[in-house]
């Protein structure tokens, strides 16, 4: 029923503080508990089925018709947000969350743009607490990059040295307000491994903040696993934009044998000091950093409840 399917994508966003336009309620809607047990494997990933058949687009004014409805008296609608009866709390904080994310996103317009020069970058998505509205005022800004499918350890230490001379790179204590550099992958690639319900929705909601193009090819490659989540959702899509000169330029540099040899250099340089823990992902198209990452406990509360 679509009343169980709104409540379930309510309790799912409630466990994370987090409340809903209609808006976001439609696009994220989740499919029907059966059909979304028939995608997970034990540790509630995707494992590898098709999409369920069936599972259509649902318009947004059945949903609104359905939460002024039926499930009036069990959820609650303020300013826009919508959340579980009681919950009321979450709509202020989430509001409050947009002040603290007001000067993040003047950093970002400023210091964003300098990506699109840095040679073998091909793409960048604003992700985590930024895009999520889950702003605090220690919060860290993450980054999504996509790279040369070539290049990816290079790209990856250009990039590290451009925020580091910023001094806006996140690292040991330093976290406020700085850029998080804890998601590569090396074109667009589709991805095998961390897809469950949280990561589709990190992947769904990537701001493109350089390469359009590239972001939304990545976004479309991975299609499939996320709209079994969000069978609403669509990948954008978006026109390429002129190539900067500087990075051509700088990328002729580095191409052919002498960036060959360099990319092996840095990845024979980089790759022993990297930890091997849970949530960090390391392989030859795809670098990943999410050691905290919430989602465990996330999946474990909205499944085993």
């Not at 895009?131 to 350890?153: A, C, P, Y």
Request: glycine letters at 6%; hydrophobic letters at 45%.
């Amino acid at each position: 029923m679509l009343s169980d399917r709104i409540l379930e994508t309510l309790r799912f966003f409630d466990l994370q503080d987090y409340p809903l336009t209609l808006l976001e309620i439609c696009t994220y809607l989740l499919p029907e508990k059966e059909n979304l047990a028939g995608l997970l494997d034990a540790q509630h990933e995707f494992r590898g089925a098709a999409p369920v058949a069936g599972a259509a687009s649902v318009p947004a004014l059945a949903i609104a018709e359905c939460l002024s409805g039926e499930l009036a008296e069990r959820t609650e609608c303020h300013r826009g947000f919508y959340c579980l009866k009681g919950r009321g709390g979450i709509i202020r904080q989430r509001l409050l969350n947009y002040l603290h994310g007001m000067f993040r996103e003047k950093r970002v317009a400023r210091f964003a743009r300098g990506l699109k020069w840095i040679p073998f970058v091909r793409g960048v998505g604003l992700a985590g607490s930024q895009v999520l509205g889950q702003q605090k005022d220690t919060s860290d800004i993450d980054l999504f990059i996509i790279t040369d499918e070539n290049r990816m350890w290079l790209a990856r230490t250009l990039v590290t040295a451009y925020f580091q001379i910023l001094g806006l790179r996140r690292h040991g204590t330093k976290v406020k307000n700085r850029f998080c550099l804890n998601h590569y992958v090396a074109g667009d690639k589709e991805l095998t491994k961390l897809r469950n319900l949280y990561t589709a929705l990190e992947y769904a909601k990537l701001r493109p903040l350089a390469g359009a193009r590239a972001v939304a090819a990545f976004q479309k490659k991975n299609q499939a696993w996320i709209s079994g989540f969000y069978p609403n959702w669509q990948a954008p899509t978006a026109q390429a934009p002129a190539a900067s000169p500087v990075q051509v330029f700088l990328e002729k540099l580095f191409q052919g044998k002498f960036g060959a040899w360099l990319e092996a250099r840095l990845k024979a340089w980089q790759l022993p000091k990297i930890r091997t823990e849970k949530y960090i992902l390391v392989a030859d198209d795809e670098l990943s950093f999410h050691p905290d990452s919430k989602q465990e406990f996330l999946l474990k509360r909205f499944f085993e409840n």
